[in-house]
T-cell receptor
Framework: QQPVQSPQAVILREGEDAVINCSSS?????VHWYRQKHGEAPVFLMI?????EQKGHEKISASFNEKKQQSSLYLTASQLSYSGTYFC???????????FGKGTKLSVKP | DTAVSQTPKYLVTQMGNDKSIKCEQN?????MYWYKQDSKKFLKIMFS???????INETVPNRFSPKSPDKAHLNLHINSLELGDSAVYFC???????????FGDGTRLSIL
């Protein structure tokens, strides 16, 4: 079952914050986050395992609420380089079958 | 040094032809994947290989066949190409399942 991401798109000014959500209708073992810039390959950001831990990567962090089957990606003080499409991938624990959401397009303007 | 490399980068061909896309990783990973990204940017898993064994085979047409001569290579062969096969195909690898995946630069396949 494909996870649902929201919002579909967001436009920010440099320095503003954003939150991208990812939710699933089935129990999750882990959530993966990737960023893809236009014309490039997806790049790994972080993995969150069930247990509700929060991880950080520069000014980007994420949380995973396994009870709600949701994950959120937090982008703080956004930079121009944060522009791209963010994908969450969920793993139901079935031999690593990673299913990606439809993506959230983030545009950061000067 | 490129970690995951795919060839060719672009592939333009006619309907009905057979083509292959090659993928090689020099990361020493045990698991490799093929993804299809369509015009709407939906990234869909097609196949994954772990230690040369096919672990996941999603509901893709049997015109698509992955071939892995060794754990550093996972090639994708496509028979009787159709218009709907036009997409960007990404190869990826990870140490094991549920580990960070490293993607190749993609192969843009266009069917005329």
């Amino acid at each position: 079952q494909q996870p649902v991401q929201s919002p579909q798109a967001v436009i920010l000014r440099e320095g503003e914050d954003a939150v991208i959500n990812c939710s699933s209708s089935k129990a999750l073992y882990s959530v993966h986050w990737y960023r893809q810039k236009h014309g490039e390959a997806p790049v790994f950001l972080m993995i969150l395992l069930k247990g509700g831990e929060q991880k950080g990567h520069e000014k980007i962090s994420a949380s995973f609420n396994e009870k709600k089957q949701q994950s959120s990606l937090y982008l703080t003080a956004s930079q121009l380089s944060y522009s791209g499409t963010y994908f969450c991938g969920t793993d139901g624990g079935s031999q690593g079958n990673l299913i990606f959401g439809k993506g959230t397009k983030l545009s950061v303007k000067p | 040094d490129t970690a995951v490399s795919q060839t060719p980068k672009y592939l333009v061909t006619q309907m009905g032809n057979d083509k292959s896309i090659k993928c090689e990783q020099n990361l020493g990973h045990d698991t490799m994947y093929w993804y299809k990204q369509d015009s709407k940017k939906f990234l869909k898993i097609m196949f994954s290989y772990n230690n040369k064994e096919l672990i996941i085979n999603e509901t893709v047409p049997n015109r698509f066949s992955p071939k892995s001569p060794d754990k550093a290579h996972l090639n994708l062969h496509i028979n009787s190409l159709e218009l709907g096969d036009s997409a960007v195909y990404f190869c990826a690898s990870s140490l094991q399942f549920n580990q960070p995946q490293h993607f190749g630069d993609g192969t843009r396949l266009s069917i005329l």
